[in-house]
């Protein structure tokens, strides 16, 4: 106690301190700033781009810019095949996921280590290796272009990724509490939704977290499966945006990109704590 503080019981200064507190500023400088800046720059009228410099505080609040990224910018468009993209994706990913973990680690079958292995081995192939073969098959199938593309496209590839963490999390489950409720007569099923779901709460809700994010900023699915412009999704769309004015619009295209980074600072702001005790009962228990 007398090494962190002084005679006076005030916490004492030291150099580890201030280089932490230096460190940390660093980092909130570099999330934040940007942030800033661009909404900044996302109100600023048209001549102050070109007449200011680009670190200049726009001289008035011009929303107009906004607007024109929601109805001439098709964003409404964008944000929506995101939406019909990005969360049917995450409930079968869920679902799928949570019930292959239970399957590979509560039950015991032969053969279980061989099948989780092949999750695994999802986990190395490199995601530009199967975009022609994708590419090939929705073509002959008729789902280029439509949000079906892009949802078989996400729940497979994260798929890999889901099994190996859910089935982490069931590992760390207690044992005792699953074979009592077998005892007592709890059928597997009941055993799975009524006993090892309830527990696993804020690992499912991590998850979904996690890959709502890859899946709401994926850039390299959307653009290869989504080829026209009213089947774009938000990142894809942002790519047209520049170029839909001829000259750039600087105002709406900050504007547009504001717009589609407000659906994950939702996420993060209301479901924080809950990710963070989630992957902390991952790095405790795994």
Same mark, same amino acid.
């Given at each position: ?47 102050? /781009? ?50 292959? =973990? ?8 032969? =053969?279980?280590? &061989? ?76 055993? /799975? ?21 890859? /899946? ?29 004015? &001829? ?38 228990? &795994?």
């Amino acid at each position: 106690m007398t090494a962190l503080t002084s005679t006076h019981g005030r916490p004492r200064v030291t150099v580890g301190r201030l280089l932490g507190l230096a460190g940390l500023t660093l980092l909130i400088a570099i999330e934040v700033v940007p942030l800033v800046w661009l909404f900044l720059s996302s109100v600023k009228a048209p001549t102050e /781009f070109s007449g200011n410099p680009m670190w200049a505080l726009p001289e008035g609040l011009y929303w107009q810019n906004y607007a024109d990224a929601w109805t001439r910018g098709n964003m409404a468009r964008y944000i929506t095949n995101s939406a019909v993209a990005t969360f049917p994706s995450i409930v079968l990913l869920l679902l799928l996921g949570v019930m292959a =973990g239970f399957g590979l680690e509560v039950m015991r079958w032969r =053969g279980r280590d &061989g099948v989780l292995l092949l999750f695994l081995a999802g986990l190395m192939v490199p995601l530009q290796m199967i975009l022609l073969p994708l590419f090939a098959i929705y073509v002959r199938s008729g789902i280029l272009n439509t949000p079906l593309a892009l949802i078989v496209t996400y729940t497979a590839t994260g798929l890999p990724m889901t099994v190996f963490i859910m089935a982490g999390y069931y590992r760390s489950l207690p044992r005792e509490i699953i074979e009592a409720a077998v005892i007592e007569g709890a059928s597997i099923y009941r055993v /799975f939704w009524s006993i090892s779901l309830p527990m696993l709460r804020n690992a499912i809700l991590t998850i979904a977290v996690v890959q709502f994010l890859f /899946f709401w900023n994926d850039l390299l699915f959307a653009i290869t499966f989504t080829t026209t412009n009213d089947s774009r999704t938000i990142q894809a769309g942002l790519l047209n945006f520049v170029g839909t004015y &001829g000259q750039t619009e600087w105002g709406p295209t900050f504007a547009s990109i504001c717009i589609s980074v407000v659906p994950t600072l939702l996420i993060f702001l209301l479901l924080n704590q809950q990710v963070m005790k989630g992957l902390t009962d991952g790095a405790l228990k &795994g």
